[in-house]
């Protein structure tokens, strides 16, 4: 598709419940991330790829949260037992390079009650 | 701890007047900054950049404006317009990969 694609483009989830959000990159993407936007705060970094590999978890927030890009496009973020604090947007984005701005997607909107 | 911080909230200016953005970072060494601009409802979108060698760039409308010593760049948009109003992001990034993003600031550009 033309730009970064995600879904669901809202979840709520019962707390301890698991989630998996999905996003599919731009083609020929290498780069994709995965961001965590909290209200009223600016986006905050999860997790890189480039390619299949994952190449930085640093601000991945606890052992519940696991990102994977087997093939090298579609990624999956899986929310294990949610909590109430993991209520966010998560934004993907996606770029050719690592050099330039990125493009994101929509976004999935969690809430967990 | 905020390394990007946009400490206006919100924003209010007239149509066809100047709207000034401020971000202040405190890691030096950050050497590329970006702007993103964010309608509700959707991710944020690229506006403008600047890499650290440069003091200014152009592009349209919109100017950045980086500040090295004073940990300090500014995004101005003249004339400003209605469909400027938007929830606008100062971000930076070191030789690494990922951005670090301000807070935002609400821009209303009132007709």
């Known amino acids: 598709g033309a730009g970064v694609s995600q879904s669901p483009r809202y979840k709520v989830a019962k707390r301890g419940q698991d989630v998996a959000l999905r996003c599919d990159p731009i083609?020929?993407?290498?780069?994709l991330f995965w961001y965590q936007q909290a209200l009223g705060q600016g986006p905050e970094f999860l997790t890189y790829?480039?390619?299949?590999?994952?190449?930085?978890k640093s601000g991945l927030p606890s052992d519940r949260f696991f990102a994977e890009r087997p093939e090298g496009s579609v990624s999956t973020l899986k929310i294990q037992r949610t909590q109430q604090e993991d209520s966010a947007v998560y934004l993907c984005?996606?770029?050719?390079?690592?050099?330039?701005?990125?493009?994101f997607g929509s976004g999935t909107r969690l809430t967990v009650v | 701890d905020q390394q990007v911080k946009q400490n206006s909230p919100s924003l209010s200016v007239q149509e066809g007047r100047i709207s000034i953005l401020n971000c202040d970072y405190t890691?030096?060494?950050?050497?590329?900054f970006l702007w993103y601009k964010k309608y509700p409802a959707e991710g944020p979108t690229f506006l403008i950049s600047?890499?650290?060698?440069?003091d200014k760039n152009e592009d349209g409308r919109f100017t950045v404006f980086l500040n090295k010593s004073a940990k300090h760049l500014s995004l101005h948009i003249v004339p400003s317009q209605p469909g400027d109003s938007a929830v606008y992001f100062c971000?930076?990034?070191?030789?690494?990969?990922?951005?670090?993003f301000g807070t935002g600031t609400r821009l209303t550009v009132i007709p």
């Open positions: 890691n030096s060494m950050f050497d590329y």
């Open positions: 971000a930076a990034k070191t030789g690494a990969n990922n951005l670090f």
């Open positions: 600047i890499s650290s060698i440069k």
């Open positions: 790829f480039q390619n299949e590999a994952q190449l930085d």
């Open positions: 083609s020929g993407h290498v780069s």
């Open positions: 984005a996606s770029s050719l390079n690592t050099g330039r701005g990125y493009t």
